[in-house]
């Protein structure tokens, strides 16, 4: 079955960049999802297509996806940004989620 | 607005089942599909499946093959997500999500509010 895997941490000062990676084979042909899930909440879409914001996501997050390694970039990090975060692609027509990344923003 | 309204949290025997509701409003229920995902405590999200909500047809992830059964009322705007013979191992937040789609991916938006599901003996 398909894996995707996401480091398990990422901690980043206010105002700075946050990055967080996703590692698949051959991710770079498929398109990516990134869901933000807080504390005690249901996950929020924040970007598809790997790179696309739905309506109501701030421009600081910006995605890429390339070779084997998808990325999400939260850029001038808030301290509400501070939230667990998940890759999604599909194998075929089955979905598969990556590991998870907790962002920790201090 | 678009929204997804699940049932409540259930505390269910091993080897009981559980049928979990997702009442959609505000948007046309059968032109968007329903997928189901489920979250461990202190877990990561788990995919397990889809629902064609206009044809009813269904594919499911080969772990839970033969135990979940997704459904729709289409009357009512209601999916459902059963899952038999339960074990500890089952216990987690249940969420139904609506598929978003353009000619080129799917993705999920938005969320149910997540239905707790508890098995203990």
């Known amino acids: 079955s398909y894996e995707l895997t996401q480091p398990p941490s990422v901690s980043v000062s206010p105002g700075q960049t946050a990055t967080i990676t996703c590692s698949g084979d051959?991710?770079?042909?498929?398109?990516v999802c990134w869901y933000q899930q807080r504390p005690g909440q249901s996950p929020v879409l924040v970007l598809y297509?790997?790179?696309k914001r739905p309506s109501g996501i701030p421009e600081r997050f910006s995605g890429s996806n390339s070779g084997n390694t998808a990325t999400l970039t939260i850029s001038d990090t808030q301290v509400t940004d501070e939230a667990d975060y998940y890759c999604?692609?599909?194998?075929?027509?089955?979905?598969?989620f990556g590991t998870g990344t907790k962002v920790t923003v201090l | 607005q678009v929204q997804l309204v699940q049932s409540g949290a259930e505390v269910k025997k091993p080897g009981a089942s559980v049928k979990v509701s997702c009442k959609a409003s505000?948007?046309?229920?059968?032109?968007?599909?329903i997928n189901w995902v489920r979250q461990a405590p202190g877990q990561g999200l788990e995919w397990m499946g889809w629902?064609?909500?206009?044809?009813?047809?269904?594919r499911y992830t080969q772990k839970f093959q033969g135990r979940v059964t997704l459904t729709r009322n289409s009357s009512t705007s209601t999916a459902y997500m059963e899952l038999t013979k339960l074990t500890s191992d089952d216990t987690a937040v249940y969420y139904c999500?609506?598929?978003?789609?353009?000619?080129?991916?799917?993705?999920?938006?938005?969320w149910g509010q997540g239905t707790l599901v508890t098995v203990s003996s």
């Open positions: 629902m064609n909500t206009n044809s009813a047809n269904t």
């Open positions: 297509q790997s790179h």
């Open positions: 505000g948007y046309s229920f059968t032109s968007y599909d």
């Open positions: 051959k991710l770079g042909h498929k398109y």
């Open positions: 999500l609506r598929v978003g789609y353009d000619d080129y991916s799917h993705w999920f938006d938005p």
């Open positions: 999604q692609t599909w194998d075929i027509t089955l979905g598969v």
